[in-house]
């Protein structure tokens, strides 16, 4: 099966700026999953959708970030404006039904800001 | 704060000897996953092992669980050069208004010398 597919791979924006990531999960995957890892420190979960409804946006910063997953199944991620502190890579993952089940990661978007 | 945490933060080890990481957590879980992340890349699922169950194997993995100490453990028998990468814990517990329900150690980065 395919997995996780997310573009861009790379990008470099300067502060203040927009950007946009997007996620196409497994087919068939019920729950969808973003996540924002630092270098040197583990993956932080900014929302998890289940179909197309929030499970959990707890530490997503919604003042800047924003989130969508259209008809319940690819999903875009939004920054703006962007900060410094945002840079980090931003990984997509899947789960079949919800997180009692593995996730699937795609190799996520490296996010730079200048 | 990060519910699961790593231990050790990195260790380096001779091939063909075992290798041990260590999570521990605060609160009550449904569930503890353990992943593998080489360089640039995502997360790859290894093992998901449930609040009831006390020892999972998969291969050359096994992983205990103790929900009384609330940790967690990996072990790596005969390591092979290809088990470079970091490992991560994660653990899926009950839903805090200030905390997201799924939460990711900072991980122990793990080096097998030829």
């Known amino acids: 099966e395919a997995g996780v597919a997310q573009s861009p791979r790379y990008k470099i924006i300067e502060k203040r700026q927009s950007v946009a990531f997007w996620c196409n999960p497994i087919s068939g995957h019920a729950t969808l999953y973003w996540y924002q890892q630092i270098l040197g420190q583990g993956p932080k979960l900014l929302i998890q959708?289940?179909?197309?409804?929030?499970?959990?946006d707890s530490q997503l910063p919604k003042d800047r970030f924003s989130a969508e997953r259209l008809k319940g199944v690819d999903s875009t991620l939004k920054i703006q404006p962007a900060k410094l502190e945002d840079s980090a890579v931003y990984l997509c993952a899947s789960s079949a039904t919800d997180s009692n089940q593995p996730q699937h990661f795609g190799d996520g978007t490296r996010l730079s800001i200048l | 704060s990060q519910q699961g945490e790593e231990d050790p933060q990195a260790l380096s080890i001779q091939e063909g000897e075992n290798a041990t990481m260590n999570c521990s957590y605060k609160t009550s879980i449904n569930n503890l996953q353990w992943y593998r992340q080489n360089s640039g890349r995502g997360l790859v699922h290894l093992i998901l092992?449930?609040?009831?169950?006390r020892e999972k194997h998969s291969g050359r993995l096994r992983v205990t669980l103790d929900t009384s100490k609330k940790s967690s453990s990996l072990l790596i028998t005969a390591s092979r050069a290809a088990d470079t990468a970091s490992y991560f814990c994660?653990?899926?517990?009950?839903?805090?208004?200030?905390?997201?329900?799924?939460?990711f150690g900072s991980g122990t980065r793990l080096s097998i010398r030829p």
């Open positions: 994660a653990t899926d517990g009950a839903m805090y208004s200030s905390a997201s329900k799924i939460i």
């Open positions: 092992i449930r609040s009831n169950e």
């Open positions: 959708f289940q179909n197309n409804g929030v499970v959990d």
